[in-house]
């Protein structure tokens, strides 16, 4: 437990700041005084962010080192959240592109750690280290919706989340060894890192998942308060369902990852999600939207650690500069694709804005054999790769207990 430490506070805190912003999202919307249309053009700010931070994240972590960049710079994104909640349109935008930018960093920081951990102890932590981010969402959500309710204003709200954030920071700067960091691979870095062949197709799996995870985080509340009519406090624990699906599943990823392998699990996660999509929308009470989002939890909770993993055992170039091209493709589908569903929650409604995830539930259904190093059966002869055995075609070395793995 003591090797978990660091990541896990790491992780948790990153969570309480972003659960405590989006539970607060409708309160937000209101005094913006605007519709979901716009606020999810504003929300786009954060990919954006991401994107901007893209030519820096490597350096910026190396230069720091990962014990010093993580805390340090989820320490500078909790304190723009605050300023979230009482800016007008464009200055919500402006601050959100910041919290975006920083987050991207941190992100990349803290997944090193985790990483970093593996390879030296050969313990897997990473799935763990995501399963504080769910517990997080878990306190997060809860302590959200009865602040919520009693009718403490966001802006305390965010600021009492911000000091939580900065006493952890604090303990993990103190705890986190200072070599925690990846050796530096050899060659020329590029300019601007993006993404590479191995890394799209990653992120092409998990994509669905993903955007699926963001819809829950953007309107998820709004869901439950509009077509289910749930009041503040009781939706705030029907979100809270979603996260304990989730963390639970994080918490035993590690031996899921041993025992199952990484293929299995994606078709696993996809399929889970779709199963908790669609009772979602089938809903008539608010006990089964609760079995649908702990179920949506449960199917979502793995899609980033194993893009992760992967990242790391197939990709090629430096780790931090793969993390960071990793954390552009999977932002844009966590936090900039749901946005862009305010738009159809607007004009066709919330139910709608949940039922377009499903074909992209399909597409990471196809593409998990890419978690192994292989393009799927489908794609074979059309999609490059790095090497061809003779009869799979493959992208990157496959070891024996994956190929054993099927």
């Not at 340090?72 to 909790?78: H, K, N, R, V």
């Not at 919290?99 to 313990?123: S, W």
């Not at 006493?167 to 590029?190: E, H, N, S, Y």
Request: charged content about 10%; some cysteine.
């Amino acid at each position: 437990m003591k090797i978990l430490g660091a990541p896990a506070l790491l992780f948790f805190c990153n969570a309480i700041v972003f659960v405590t912003l989006f539970t607060r999202l409708p309160a937000i919307q209101q005094s913006l005084g605007v519709d979901k249309a716009w606020l999810g053009l504003a929300l786009l700010g954060a990919p954006i962010g991401t994107f901007l931070a893209l030519p820096v994240a490597g350096r910026v972590v190396n230069a720091l080192t990962p014990r010093v960049a993580a805390p340090l710079l989820l320490s500078a994104a909790a304190l723009t959240t605050p300023f979230l909640t009482i800016a007008p349109f464009w200055g919500f935008f402006l601050c959100f592109l910041l919290f975006g930018f920083l987050r991207t960093i941190q992100d990349v920081a803290a997944n090193m750690i985790a990483t970093g951990i593996e390879q030296r102890t050969g313990k897997k932590v990473l799935s763990r280290s995501h399963g504080f981010w769910s517990i997080g969402l878990l306190i997060g959500s809860l302590a959200s919706g009865y602040l919520a309710e009693a009718g403490l204003s966001p802006f305390l709200h965010q600021s009492g989340a911000v000091l939580v954030v900065f006493l952890c920071c604090f303990t993990v700067w103190r705890i986190a060894p200072p070599d925690m960091q990846f050796t530096a691979t050899a060659g020329k870095r590029q300019v601007f890192v993006l993404p590479d062949r191995i890394i799209i197709l990653i992120c092409v799996m998990v994509f669905g998942i993903c955007i699926s995870e963001g819809a829950v985080y953007d309107w998820g509340i709004f869901y439950l308060r509009e077509v289910l009519s749930a009041d503040a406090s009781t939706a705030g624990i029907l979100y809270a369902l979603f996260t304990v699906g989730m963390g639970a599943t994080r918490l035993v990823g590690d031996k899921l990852r041993e025992k199952f392998g990484a293929k299995t699990l994606v078709r696993g996660s996809a399929g889970g999600v779709a199963v908790g999509i669609a009772l979602l929308l089938s809903a008539q009470g608010l006990w089964q939207a609760g079995i649908a989002l702990f179920l949506i939890g449960c199917g979502v909770a793995l899609a980033f650690p194993l893009a992760v993993a992967t990242a790391i055992e197939r990709g090629q170039g430096q780790p931090a500069d793969n993390l960071a091209a990793l954390s552009l493709t999977l932002l844009l589908s966590n936090i900039g694709v749901p946005p862009l569903l305010g738009f159809v929650a607007e004009h066709a409604g919330l139910p709608a804005s949940f039922a377009v995830l499903l074909p992209f539930l399909v597409i990471s259904f196809i593409m998990a054999p890419v978690a192994q190093g292989r393009v799927p059966r489908l794609l074979a002869g059309r999609v490059p790769v790095a090497a061809n055995d003779g009869e799979k075609e493959v992208l990157a070395a496959v070891s024996p207990q994956d190929a054993a793995r099927g």
